[in-house]
């Protein structure tokens, strides 16, 4: 007899079970489908491994199954897929199913089986991926009687320590058996156990609907191990003994219980989600819900009709229970409007080699993400956040508990990636004062659910209206938010960052006020105008400013305000004004009246300890951004800030700067597809390049960072950084990774980074160039403009969907090829010469660095880069040829060539060696940079295409 197969390579594919449910009941009627779990075991497993006596699984593999039920489709456990190939339906567990024998065998494949579907790579589970599940009926033998201790096949633990995921099954789903199963929970609980193993819950997709919290508290806090039940009284008595000998009886059920809930708020939310119901969504958010397995809630993907006024009440939420994640996603989709898809019929597309589906649209009255980008009052809210204290701050207080007391968390928010709009003249004025009373939206408890009447929700065309204002006002001004405010104390807190007044010892934690000050009508039309609150500025009577405590707001402080702090005076070299098209609500030449606002936020930053510069009155932000950069930089947390498709003026650019100089504990700054303000084209594309170019030079001045990725949407051309702020990167010596792509560079840019980066003892990741770079770290899913056809051809015609994605690059092949041409220097870097040396050393280095950006950033055929991305071309807002346009002069060949050859002269000898045309013949691996100086400076001049 063969030798027995390992316990854990018996697994099965969902492909077989899928078909094994079909086959009818030996001797009776039905499909076995039909039949129990343990009825499959009595009526067919047994009986067909009777002969050998051994799993149904070597049975089938070693050709010992009983005559009457070999299984002709599957001989030696190989079956035909649907694409006609052979493949292998029997292999190493990947997954572990944890079921009740109780079960419709059924309904036990149909879980499994819709688990798969989702996997990726699977198409909806139509492909088959070696990926198999470990079923104990078919892994292990059905004859054994005796003590379970004596079982050959009793090791299931060891099985579950090789498995990716133990799969927790939920039949039926209000009233699942598998929770007072106690073999359920002691698998359960050695998955937990087991380092790298998850634990995923997997529900009857069928019956699964039910998104109420009050069904996942029941189901969870359900799990008392000592009243679960066994087919075998002998093994509940093992399994009881075992635990109590290990971590004990209540920690095992608080355990289950924990990890139970977690997982149960994994497998509703996506329901609450496909309904759109953000109430339900709110409600699970409660009780810790909509939140990834990493610790990241990336509320875009799960609040899809929220308005403006829901998200604002989700934030107090969030605040107010002390639910911070420890990833917050605000980015990625934009507000658009929903629409009903009705067929066009097909149109040929790359002339007749393509036809995809038309559709003809018509709005359904619906408003998608209408909280996207951030208004100011969002970012507001989440200023609000990052400054929160945790325990064992500081700033945590005493926190001697009573009426009113606050529990805080031991996290806070340490990765944040956030969209920004360009500020509206509405976010300037406060119509009505904020408490009055909204005629739409909905109270400050109950978002509104995609079944509201769209007359009585808040207004689509102003999301950052006094509507939401009101809203948000009224949200902090509760006795809860009271409470929160006088519990939280910032004792400690004060003590940071320099000595404190023993008044300014006894403040208490007031987060950030949301609604400001009106502005002057200076602020709206570019003209310069006083600091002061006072004058004539509206005609109507407006309500005194409020805390976040309901109470009257500080009166401004005799000390410099916020605008000290991130604003400094900025002219031009020349000195002139601002030209016109700098003026408006980013113009330079604005000024703001928010004192309430500057010395609610200043208090705060007295009390960080945050260095204080001269007041500038050139402020022309609305309340709420100014907010979320001294937030940034005074967070005790944060360590990642993701800028994603935030469109950023000068102030902005002020602001963060200023942030970065002060933050203490941020390690990575990412800009992602950032642009500059304005409704020309021309204009917009010359700013955004300027703008990321400074923003890139402002993150290498920043003495914290480890990690700085810039990459815009569109290819820029960057001619120069500015000198001022590339100038302070000499003072960061920390930098492990840094991308700057896609981005031309012209020869002043190319010298000038190569010397900024030189000096970085650390560096060991440096992409730089045209081609696009992958991303740094997991990023929130970017809206396209198809994405509705997509979503509606997913549901009627998978076919076309893949078609179009095809057609678009959107498949994952299509994006790695997208990613895959991004150059990193890493491996050239390691051979440099270490910047620890001396001067010379960091000078060869510069050469060498700048000699890869020559080639990386530096001369490219226009006509060929064009090609090489031409099918992602509908993606871009600025064409590359226009943004290029530099490589065509007659001269810019010869320049970037002196450039490469100047660059090699004064790099290392041993690095420059290894570009001596005479290598080109020798049989070597050669590098990328090789081969690319080779074929463009080296051959005759590249004639552009």
């Given at each position: 007899?063969?030798?027995?197969?390992?316990?854990?390579?018996?697994?099965?594919?969902?492909?077989?079970?899928?078909?094994?449910?079909?086959?009818?009941?030996?001797?009776?009627?039905?499909?076995?489908?039909?039949?129990?779990?343990?009825?499959?075991?009595?009526?067919?497993?047994?009986?067909?491994?009777?002969?050998?006596?051994?799993?149904?699984?070597?049975?089938?593999?070693?050709?010992?199954?009983?005559?009457?039920?070999?299984?002709?489709?599957?001989?030696?456990?190989?079956?035909?897929?649907?694409?006609?190939?052979?493949?292998?339906?029997?292999?190493?567990?990947?997954?572990?199913?944890?079921?009740?024998?109780?079960?419709?065998?059924?309904?036990?494949?149909?879980?499994?089986?819709?688990?798969?579907?989702?996997?990726?790579?699977?198409?909806?589970?139509?492909?088959?991926?070696?990926?198999?599940?470990?079923?104990?009926?078919?892994?292990?033998?059905?004859?054994?009687?005796?003590?379970?201790?004596?079982?050959?096949?009793?090791?299931?633990?060891?099985?579950?320590?090789?498995?990716?995921?133990?799969?927790?099954?939920?039949?039926?789903?209000?009233?699942?058996?598998?929770?007072?199963?106690?073999?359920?929970?002691?698998?359960?609980?050695?998955?937990?156990?087991?380092?790298?193993?998850?634990?995923?819950?997997?529900?009857?997709?069928?019956?699964?609907?039910?998104?109420?919290?009050?069904?996942?508290?029941?189901?969870?806090?359900?799990?008392?191990?000592?009243?679960?039940?066994?087919?075998?009284?002998?093994?509940?008595?093992?399994?009881?003994?075992?635990?109590?000998?290990?971590?004990?009886?209540?920690?095992?059920?608080?355990?289950?219980?924990?990890?139970?809930?977690?997982?149960?708020?994994?497998?509703?939310?996506?329901?609450?989600?496909?309904?759109?119901?953000?109430?339900?969504?709110?409600?699970?958010?409660?009780?810790?819900?909509?939140?990834?397995?990493?610790?990241?809630?990336?509320?875009?993907?799960?609040?899809?009709?929220?308005?403006?006024?829901?998200?604002?009440?989700?934030?107090?939420?969030?605040?107010?229970?002390?639910?911070?994640?420890?990833?917050?996603?605000?980015?990625?989709?934009?507000?658009?409007?929903?629409?009903?898809?009705?067929?066009?019929?097909?149109?040929?597309?790359?002339?007749?080699?393509?036809?995809?589906?038309?559709?003809?649209?018509?709005?359904?009255?619906?408003?998608?993400?209408?909280?996207?980008?951030?208004?100011?009052?969002?970012?507001?809210?989440?200023?609000?956040?990052?400054?929160?204290?945790?325990?064992?701050?500081?700033?945590?207080?005493?926190?001697?508990?009573?009426?009113?007391?606050?529990?805080?968390?031991?996290?806070?928010?340490?990765?944040?990636?956030?969209?920004?709009?360009?500020?509206?003249?509405?976010?300037?004025?406060?119509?009505?004062?904020?408490?009055?009373?909204?005629?739409?939206?909905?109270?400050?408890?109950?978002?509104?659910?995609?079944?509201?009447?769209?007359?009585?929700?808040?207004?689509?065309?102003?999301?950052?209206?006094?509507?939401?204002?009101?809203?948000?006002?009224?949200?902090?001004?509760?006795?809860?938010?009271?409470?929160?405010?006088?519990?939280?104390?910032?004792?400690?807190?004060?003590?940071?960052?320099?000595?404190?007044?023993?008044?300014?010892?006894?403040?208490?934690?007031?987060?950030?006020?949301?609604?400001?000050?009106?502005?002057?009508?200076?602020?709206?039309?570019?003209?310069?105008?006083?600091?002061?609150?006072?004058?004539?500025?509206?005609?109507?009577?407006?309500?005194?400013?409020?805390?976040?405590?309901?109470?009257?707001?500080?009166?401004?402080?005799?000390?410099?305000?916020?605008?000290?702090?991130?604003?400094?005076?900025?002219?031009?070299?020349?000195?002139?004004?601002?030209?016109?098209?700098?003026?408006?609500?980013?113009?330079?030449?604005?000024?703001?009246?928010?004192?309430?606002?500057?010395a609610v936020d200043n208090s705060l930053l007295s009390g960080l300890g945050s260095p204080r510069l001269p007041e500038n009155k050139e402020v022309?932000?609305?309340?709420?951004?100014?907010?979320?950069?001294?937030?940034?930089?005074?967070?005790?947390?944060?360590?990642?800030?993701?800028?994603?498709?935030?469109?950023?003026?000068?102030?902005?650019?002020?602001?963060?700067?200023?942030?970065?100089?002060?933050?203490?504990?941020?390690?990575?700054?990412?800009?992602?597809?950032?642009?500059?303000?304005?409704?020309?084209?021309?204009?917009?594309?010359?700013?955004?390049?300027?703008?990321?170019?400074?923003?890139?030079?402002?993150?290498?001045?920043?003495?914290?960072?480890?990690?700085?990725?810039?990459?815009?949407?569109?290819?820029?051309?960057?001619?120069?950084?500015?000198?001022?702020?590339?100038?302070?990167?000499?003072?960061?010596?920390?930098?492990?990774?840094?991308?700057?792509?896609?981005?031309?560079?012209?020869?002043?840019?190319?010298?000038?980074?190569?010397?900024?980066?030189?000096?970085?003892?650390?560096?060991?990741?440096?992409?730089?160039?045209?081609?696009?770079?992958?991303?740094?770290?997991?990023?929130?899913?970017?809206?396209?403009?198809?994405?509705?056809?997509?979503?509606?051809?997913?549901?009627?015609?998978?076919?076309?969907?893949?078609?179009?994605?095809?057609?678009?690059?959107?498949?994952?092949?299509?994006?790695?090829?997208?990613?895959?041409?991004?150059?990193?220097?890493?491996?050239?870097?390691?051979?440099?010469?270490?910047?620890?040396?001396?001067?010379?050393?960091?000078?060869?280095?510069?050469?060498?660095?700048?000699?890869?950006?020559?080639?990386?950033?530096?001369?490219?055929?226009v006509g060929q880069y064009c090609r090489q991305y031409a099918k992602w071309a509908w993606t871009r807002r600025a064409q590359p040829d226009e943004?290029?346009?530099?490589?065509?002069?007659?001269?810019?060949?010869?320049?970037?060539?002196?450039?490469?050859?100047?660059?090699?002269?004064?790099?290392?000898?041993?690095?420059?060696?290894?570009?001596?045309?005479?290598?080109?013949?020798?049989?070597?691996?050669?590098?990328?940079?090789?081969?690319?100086?080779?074929?463009?400076?080296?051959?005759?001049?590249?004639?552009?295409?």
């Amino acid at each position: 007899m063969p030798q027995p197969i390992p316990l854990a390579q018996r697994a099965v594919h969902p492909i077989f079970l899928r078909k094994l449910v079909q086959e009818k009941v030996p001797g009776g009627t039905g499909c076995l489908g039909d039949l129990t779990t343990a009825q499959v075991v009595q009526a067919f497993i047994r009986p067909a491994t009777l002969q050998a006596k051994r799993s149904f699984t070597e049975c089938i593999l070693w050709g010992q199954l009983t005559p009457k039920y070999i299984q002709t489709w599957c001989a030696s456990g190989v079956m035909k897929t649907l694409d006609g190939d052979d493949q292998k339906m029997f292999g190493p567990a990947r997954f572990f199913a944890s079921h009740a024998w109780t079960y419709k065998f059924g309904a036990l494949v149909s879980m499994l089986d819709n688990h798969y579907a989702q996997l990726p790579g699977t198409k909806g589970g139509q492909k088959f991926i070696p990926w198999y599940y470990w079923v104990d009926i078919l892994a292990v033998t059905q004859h054994f009687t005796g003590d379970i201790k004596d079982h050959p096949d009793y090791d299931f633990a060891g099985v579950i320590k090789q498995c990716k995921a133990v799969l927790f099954t939920m039949h039926p789903w209000r009233s699942p058996i598998a929770p007072t199963r106690v073999w359920c929970l002691f698998e359960a609980l050695t998955a937990i156990q087991a380092p790298g193993v998850e634990f995923e819950v997997v529900v009857d997709v069928k019956d699964s609907k039910d998104t109420r919290v009050q069904t996942v508290q029941i189901i969870s806090n359900s799990i008392e191990v000592r009243t679960a039940q066994a087919t075998v009284s002998a093994d509940k008595a093992f399994i009881i003994e075992c635990i109590e000998q290990g971590i004990g009886i209540n920690a095992f059920n608080n355990t289950i219980r924990k990890r139970l809930k977690e997982a149960l708020l994994q497998a509703v939310t996506p329901n609450a989600v496909e309904m759109g119901d953000t109430p339900a969504l709110h409600e699970l958010l409660k009780i810790g819900g909509c939140v990834r397995p990493d610790g990241i809630s990336d509320l875009a993907s799960y609040f899809k009709f929220a308005s403006e006024t829901d998200m604002l009440n989700i934030m107090r939420t969030i605040h107010l229970r002390d639910l911070r994640p420890r990833g917050l996603a605000l980015s990625g989709r934009q507000r658009t409007k929903e629409v009903n898809l009705a067929d066009g019929g097909l149109r040929g597309w790359d002339g007749e080699s393509c036809s995809l589906r038309e559709y003809v649209e018509s709005e359904t009255g619906r408003t998608l993400w209408a909280y996207l980008p951030a208004s100011p009052a969002l970012c507001h809210a989440v200023a609000e956040l990052l400054v929160m204290p945790t325990v064992g701050s500081p700033s945590a207080g005493s926190g001697s508990g009573g009426a009113g007391s606050i529990t805080l968390s031991n996290r806070g928010i340490e990765e944040l990636w956030i969209s920004l709009r360009p500020p509206r003249g509405e976010d300037f004025t406060r119509q009505d004062g904020p408490n009055s009373d909204s005629p739409s939206g909905t109270g400050p408890g109950t978002p509104a659910s995609p079944a509201t009447p769209v007359s009585s929700r808040p207004s689509s065309a102003t999301p950052a209206s006094a509507t939401a204002a009101r809203a948000a006002a009224r949200a902090i001004a509760s006795p809860n938010r009271r409470r929160l405010a006088s519990a939280i104390n910032m004792n400690n807190i004060l003590a940071v960052g320099g000595g404190r007044s023993a008044s300014a010892s006894r403040l208490s934690f007031a987060p950030l006020s949301t609604i400001g000050a009106p502005a002057p009508a200076s602020a709206l039309s570019g003209s310069s105008g006083s600091n002061s609150t006072g004058g004539n500025v509206n005609s109507g009577p407006v309500a005194p400013a409020t805390s976040p405590t309901g109470v009257a707001a500080a009166p401004p402080s005799p000390r410099s305000g916020l605008g000290g702090m991130f604003f400094r005076t900025r002219r031009s070299s020349a000195g002139a004004p601002a030209s016109p098209s700098s003026a408006g609500l980013f113009g330079r030449t604005q000024a703001a009246s928010h004192s309430s606002d500057l010395a609610v936020d200043n208090s705060l930053l007295s009390g960080l300890g945050s260095p204080r510069l001269p007041e500038n009155k050139e402020v022309a932000l609305p309340p709420g951004r100014p907010a979320l950069w001294t937030a940034v930089g005074a967070s005790r947390t944060l360590k990642m800030l993701c800028l994603h498709q935030a469109v950023l003026g000068p102030q902005d650019m002020q602001m963060l700067n200023s942030a970065l100089q002060t933050t203490r504990t941020l390690e990575a700054l990412q800009i992602v597809k950032c642009t500059a303000p304005g409704t020309n084209e021309a204009s917009v594309a010359a700013a955004t390049a300027k703008l990321n170019a400074e923003l890139f030079a402002v993150g290498l001045g920043c003495g914290n960072l480890r990690h700085l990725h810039v990459r815009p949407g569109d290819l820029l051309y960057v001619d120069a950084f500015p000198a001022s702020a590339l100038g302070k990167a000499s003072s960061s010596f920390l930098l492990r990774r840094v991308t700057l792509a896609p981005v031309a560079l012209g020869p002043t840019a190319i010298r000038q980074l190569g010397k900024a980066l030189a000096p970085q003892p650390y560096l060991h990741s440096l992409i730089v160039g045209m081609d696009p770079a992958p991303p740094a770290t997991w990023m929130p899913k970017e809206q396209t403009e198809w994405d509705q056809w997509l979503a509606y051809e997913d549901k009627n015609e998978p076919d076309m969907a893949e078609k179009r994605r095809k057609h678009l690059g959107l498949l994952d092949d299509d994006q790695a090829a997208y990613l895959a041409n991004a150059w990193d220097f890493k491996d050239d870097l390691a051979s440099l010469p270490d910047p620890d040396r001396g001067y010379a050393a960091v000078q060869q280095r510069a050469a060498a660095i700048s000699f890869f950006f020559t080639l990386s950033a530096g001369w490219r055929d226009v006509g060929q880069y064009c090609r090489q991305y031409a099918k992602w071309a509908w993606t871009r807002r600025a064409q590359p040829d226009e943004q290029l346009a530099h490589l065509k002069s007659p001269n810019s060949f010869e320049t970037y060539r002196a450039l490469a050859f100047e660059m090699l002269r004064a790099a290392p000898e041993s690095y420059s060696s290894k570009f001596d045309p005479n290598e080109q013949r020798r049989r070597s691996t050669k590098s990328r940079l090789q081969k690319a100086f080779w074929e463009i400076f080296i051959c005759d001049r590249p004639v552009q295409g």
